[in-house]
């Protein structure tokens, strides 16, 4: 049986369209900063790329700085201004923050003083929607961007970052997206580059690819995607509380990502569980990827209430473009398959 990837949050399969951008930026000899023809050439190409994305996430081209990923960007967005923020970021947002906002139940978190805060557009590991206040200093929209429908421009925000490898684009590039007449203080300097905010000789590959990629999320999300995935997570979740009654789906109430379903069953590890589809030929994951390939307790379900073991009992099954409903049948087939042999080893009953 061939192996089906069902972890895109962790990071989306490079998409054809960024794949082809990526070999003709190859062949592109100048540097953008140089200002004879190939350089003007490079030039052109990367401002091809800056002008999809921001029609993309619906803001000015100038506005798009470009860095190494949504983690460089926190901390261009975050460094040195100590906002308020919540348990729930990501841990490239928890790093600059004060964790002073409070997070329900349902995983959302209510901001008094928006110009003093951050907060993330979607958890990486709940898949829960925020709704943003106006004049939020900086949000996360890393795990948004290329789901969700979005327009910088009239959202409110000062400033957002996003990641391409998140929306089928390359690792190592990323954006921060500057609400207009706002600035940001280096945090890399030299030659100046990207209107002196991001010092160093762009990645012309990597942002050629992100444009690609940034372009055919788009078209996918206008294609109706998001329904598409919104049906099989429900068609998922639905079929699994069938077979495993025990078993919790987080945020089945609130606003989610279409693609993502977070799944807790008391006394059944995260780790066992991934370890267990790893061996049925599914690659799913126990929350966030970004700790070094460490398996935690979710801090994020942990300030939502749930106790560390219950946190530590999480998987998460996040879908992308090519997931289809013979995929998500066959997982979820082999992962009730998987709580029966555990229910029966342990003696219990369903």
């Not at 013979?326 to 979820?332: R, S």
């Amino acid at each position: 049986m061939a192996r089906v990837y069902l972890d895109h949050n962790a990071t989306m399969p490079l998409r054809p369209e960024a794949r082809a951008a990526m070999i003709a930026a190859m062949d592109v000899v100048g540097n953008p900063s140089s200002v004879h023809q190939e350089g003007r050439a490079a030039k052109a190409l990367m401002e091809r790329a800056r002008g999809q994305i921001a029609s993309a996430i619906g803001a000015e081209a100038a506005d798009i700085v470009f860095v190494s990923g949504a983690t460089e960007a926190a901390a261009l967005a975050l460094s040195g201004r100590n906002l308020k923020g919540a348990a729930i970021e990501h841990d490239a947002v928890r790093a600059w923050i004060l964790e002073d906002l409070e997070v329900d139940a349902q995983g959302q978190v209510h901001v008094t003083d928006p110009a003093e805060a951050t907060l993330q557009l979607a958890n990486s590991e709940t898949g829960i929607i925020q709704s943003l206040p106006e004049g939020l200093a900086v949000s996360d929209w890393t795990q948004g961007f290329g789901k969700l429908p979005l327009a910088f421009d009239w959202s409110g925000v000062d400033m957002a970052f996003i990641s391409a490898h998140k929306i089928g684009g390359p690792k190592g590039i990323g954006a921060l997206i500057l609400r207009r007449g706002l600035d940001v203080a280096a945090q890399i300097r030299g030659g100046g580059q990207e209107m002196g905010r991001r010092s160093g000789t762009e990645n012309l590959i990597g942002i050629a690819g992100f444009g690609g990629a940034a372009q055919a999320a788009i078209q996918d999300i206008e294609n109706g995607l998001s329904k598409k995935l919104e049906k099989l997570r429900n068609i998922l979740e639905k079929t699994l509380e069938h077979r495993a009654k025990d078993t919790i789906f987080v945020g089945k109430d609130v606003a989610r990502l279409p693609n993502t379903s977070l799944m807790v069953t008391e006394g059944w590890k995260g780790e066992s569980q991934v370890m267990a589809m790893d061996l049925a030929g599914f690659a799913i994951s126990a929350g966030s990827a970004c700790s070094s390939g460490k398996v935690k307790s979710s801090a994020v379900l942990q300030a939502m209430g749930l106790t560390p073991e219950m946190a530590g009992c999480a998987i998460r099954v996040s879908l992308g473009p090519q997931t289809q409903e013979a995929d998500v049948m066959a997982f979820a087939e082999a992962w009730a398959d998987a709580y029966d042999r555990r229910k029966a080893r342990a003696g219990l009953n369903r």
